[in-house]
């Protein structure tokens, strides 16, 4: 059974940085997609960056560009988010979620919470003004 782990969560001030972990067992695909997503208080689950393993396709949101990426030298099962420039609209509590045997590419398709199959339990971010 895939499992996934979020950590690296915590408090930090606006301009600061953070980089949160996700850790991954049971995993057997040869395709699927990885993503990252948030959750503020009151507000929908959104997708930060999805990445398709097929092609390599990297989609985020428009409010991270720039700011967060997922760093190409991952430890082995492990997938990171690294998190530059925070601003307090950054709060929320973080996922790493997976869409097993994800064979697409996400620049077509759009990244969409509904699709993933497995998700981390979540790690809060809140970024102090």
């Known amino acids: 059974e895939v499992q996934l782990v979020e950590s690296g969560g915590g408090l930090v001030q606006t301009g600061g940085s953070l980089r949160l972990s996700c850790a991954v067992s049971g995993f057997t695909f040869d395709d699927y997609g990885i993503a990252w997503f948030r959750q503020a208080p009151g507000k929908e689950r959104e997708a930060v960056i999805c990445?398709?393993?097929?092609?390599?396709?990297?989609v985020y949101a428009d409010s991270v560009k720039g700011r967060f990426t997922i760093p190409s030298n991952n430890a082995k099962n492990t997938v990171y988010l690294q998190m530059n420039s925070l601003k307090p609209e950054d709060t929320a509590v973080y996922y790493c979620?997976?869409?097993?045997?994800?064979?697409?590419?996400?620049?077509?398709?759009?990244?969409?919470?509904?699709?993933?199959?497995?998700w981390g339990k979540g790690t809060l971010v809140t970024v102090s003004s």
């Open positions: 979620a997976v869409d097993g045997g994800y064979s697409g590419s996400y620049y077509y398709t759009g990244c969409h919470y509904e699709n993933m199959d497995y």
């Open positions: 990445v398709s393993s097929s092609d390599g396709s990297t």
